[in-house]
């Protein structure tokens, strides 16, 4: 019977509900892709054979990934993501990547880049959109030029033999990266519970 469960559409089906499903308590997330294991098995342990047809009937049968998630949601207690408006979160994406960028700029850039990072944080933390664990890791990724900066440019002129306005240079691309991961995870998870709810 375990068999089942390797199946390719099977493996693609519970993974999708894993990773739309997010948004809920480790506990539950595991209870709820147990359950559907279960139902996974006992359907195709009925059916008489293993094509991927009855496969796809079986699933089909259980609803999509997004409504199974969507629904374990709602049913969840306490407060729920609530999707905003697609604007609203670009902006907030927008100013958790501009800081690094914009800090390069003589005399005004650094106030101008604490000021969108604290900015970026406050309307990440107050957004209904997005769960505990997404803020925390998204405010490590936006903080972290703070450390990788001055590490990449330790590096860069240990490699160039000094610490000079090209190391810098060097180090500045390399640590954008982590803000920009930060809004594109973020970003596709506003994205999935606007469609989700919708």
């Not at 469960?5 to 089906?13: D, E, F, G």
Request: charged share 15%; hydrophobic share 50%.
């Amino acid at each position: 019977m375990n068999n089942t469960l390797t199946h390719p559409l099977v493996r693609a089906y519970l993974s999708s509900v894993e990773e739309q499903a997010t948004a809920l308590p480790g506990a539950r997330r595991q209870e709820l892709l147990a359950d559907l294991r279960e139902h996974i098995e006992v359907a195709l342990a009925e059916s008489d054979t293993l094509d991927d047809n009855s496969v796809r009937r079986v699933l089909e049968q259980l609803g999509a990934p997004g409504e199974i998630a969507a629904a374990a949601l709602a049913e969840e207690p306490g407060n729920h993501p609530v999707p905003q408006s697609s604007r609203h979160t670009s902006v907030t994406l927008c100013l958790a990547v501009v800081p690094l960028p914009v800090a390069l700029v003589p005399v005004i850039g650094p106030f101008l880049a604490l000021a969108a990072t604290v900015a970026a944080l406050v309307r990440l933390w107050k957004s209904p959109q997005w769960v505990r664990r997404e803020k925390r890791q998204a405010t490590l990724l936006v903080l972290s030029p703070v450390v990788t900066v001055p590490a990449l440019a330790v590096v860069c002129s240990v490699v160039l033999g000094g610490l000079t306005p090209i190391a810098l240079m060097t180090a500045l691309p390399a640590a954008v990266c982590l803000p920009v991961a930060a809004a594109i995870r973020l970003g596709r998870s506003a994205a999935r519970l606007r469609r989700h709810l919708s």
